[in-house]
């Protein structure tokens, strides 16, 4: 069964950083393209990174230069650097693991940019 387990999340000064790991087990992860998304109260879930399983990334226009993905396959993580941190950045963080019509989530981790 697969599981997705985020953490690394919590309050952070605007300015700062946090670094979000999401641990994968039940799947060949290095085959998985993985995502990390968050939501905003009111607001719908939406991509912040990508990285395929070749370790091509992508990144929402709001987060480039900012915000760094990348995956360790011997470790089954994946990783999102946040640097630079601004309150819009407030959201629940979700781990998101995709191969062909296989699509899970991990439960997600509260990020709280405020001063």
């Known amino acids: 069964q697969v599981q997705l387990v985020e953490s690394g999340g919590g309050l952070v000064q605007p300015g700062g950083s946090l670094s979000l790991s999401c641990a994968v087990s039940g799947v060949i992860f290095r085959m998985y393209a993985m995502g990390w998304y968050r939501q905003a109260p009111g607001k719908q879930r939406e991509l912040v990174a990508g990285i395929t399983s070749g370790g091509s990334t992508n990144y929402a226009e709001s987060v480039t230069g900012r915000f760094t993905i990348s995956r360790d396959n011997a470790k089954n993580t994946v990783y999102l650097q946040m640097n630079s941190l601004k309150p819009e950045d407030t959201a629940v963080y979700y781990c998101?693991?995709?191969?062909?019509?296989?699509?899970?989530w991990g439960q997600g981790t509260q990020v709280t940019v405020s001063s």
């Open positions: 998101n693991a995709r191969l062909m019509a296989h699509n899970a």
